[in-house]
Nanobody, 124 residues
């Protein structure tokens, strides 16, 4: 069982930056691949970024590649999403997810545990 809690969301101007954090409650956090998803109003939840168990492999959606960076600190049971050059279209609820996979997974089926989400609003 993994409990995930996101934080760091808020209102930011276009072109600005935010850093999202996800704290996990699990003795085996390092054994989970982690991902960030987002869901904008009226749209499907979409994959944003993922990171493998040991943080050696990452994958990003084309829409955020070059602007977002996912990282993890297994000693702190946390995963982060650094967002820069934010655009209005980045506005969404961002969710942290954990999956028992050895590689990055880009679909929701690959993640068994989800946080409650944190709102990110980018004003233009």
């Amino acid at each position: 069982q993994v409990q995930l809690v996101e934080s760091g969301g808020g209102l930011v101007q276009a072109g600005g930056s935010l850093r999202l954090s996800c704290a996990a409650s699990s003795r085996t956090f390092s054994g989970y691949s982690m991902g960030w998803f987002r869901q904008a109003p009226g749209k499907e939840r979409e994959f944003v970024a993922g990171i493998s168990w040991r943080g050696m492999s990452t994958y990003y959606a084309d829409s955020v590649k070059g602007r977002f960076t996912i990282s993890r600190d297994n000693d702190k049971n946390s995963v982060y999403l650094e967002m820069s050059s934010l655009k209005a279209e980045d506005t969404a609820v961002y969710y942290c997810a954990a999956g028992r996979t050895s590689v990055v997974v880009t679909t929701r089926l690959g993640y068994a545990y989800w946080g409650q989400g944190t709102q990110v609003t980018v004003s233009s």
